[in-house]
């Protein structure tokens, strides 16, 4: 149980371009979402908190208007990376967690490697 | 503020030595605990937790014990296999962070045949 599916796995494209990464939860209802990017042989470094229905919570440092996150469903997730340059080549990384309270654990999905020619 | 401290990587060990990665802990009360797996080039998976004090947390033969004493949750293997190899994140997450995860900084593990 508790998997978490993440499209695609791997993108490759030009700068400029705008890229849309999914995290679905498969097999249970995630109130919360959380998008991490990480940087290599670096831990995680949290970009931003969805929650179902409201807008997410960004951390500081993370440009809002740059990575887009819609959380439009308690199984759907989206992060979008506008307008795509060479340092938001990264591991991007999203998790769930289920509804059932604030202290359980974070389910995750397998990362999306960006890379921006 | 809440943190978490694990041993700095990488580990290097002969097949079926056995495993000790140290992992403590700052935090108010009685934070969750939970060791991440992160095999190469994949997501993380959840190895084990621990919501208690005194609760062991115990998958794929790896445990760990949630001691709030020494405020410490360090994994233990009896005996690793080169499979094991990977990288092992040690997070806490908390009320007062909103339950975010507090994350460790990862110890890359090696296991030679």
Redo the contacts between chains.
């Keep these: 149980g508790a998997v978490v599916s993440q499209h695609p796995s791997r993108v490759i494209c030009k700068s400029g371009t705008s890229v849309k990464i999914e995290c679905r939860s498969l097999d249970f209802q995630a109130t919360t979402m959380f998008w991490y990017r990480q940087f290599p042989k670096q831990s995680l470094m949290l970009m931003a908190t969805s929650n179902e229905g409201s807008k997410a919570t960004y951390e500081q440092g993370v440009e809002k208007d740059k990575f887009l996150i819609n959380h439009a469903s308690l199984t759907l997730s989206t992060l979008t990376v506008t307008s795509a340059h060479p340092e938001d080549s990264s591991f991007y990384i999203c998790s769930a967690r289920t509804a059932m309270g604030g202290n359980q654990p974070q389910h995750f999905g397998d990362g999306t490697r960006l890379s921006i020619l | 503020g809440n943190s978490v401290t694990q041993m700095e990587g990488p580990v290097t060990l002969s097949e079926e030595a056995f495993l000790t990665i140290n992992c403590t802990y700052t935090a108010t009360g009685y934070p ?1 605990l ?1 060791w ?1 797996v992160q095999y190469p ?6 190895l084990l ?1 621990a ?1 208690k004090a005194d609760d062991k947390g115990s998958n794929k033969g790896f445990e760990a014990t949630y001691r709030k004493e020494t405020t410490s949750f360090h994994l233990e293997k009896g005996s690793v296999q080169v499979s094991d190899s990977a990288v092992y ?1 040690c997070a806490l ?1 908390h ?1 007062d962070s ?4 507090i ?4 110890t ?1 593990l090696i296991i030679k045949p």
């Design positions: 969750s939970f991440y080039g994949e997501g993380l998976q959840l937790k919501t994140f997450s009320m909103n339950y975010q995860l994350w460790g900084a990862g890359k």
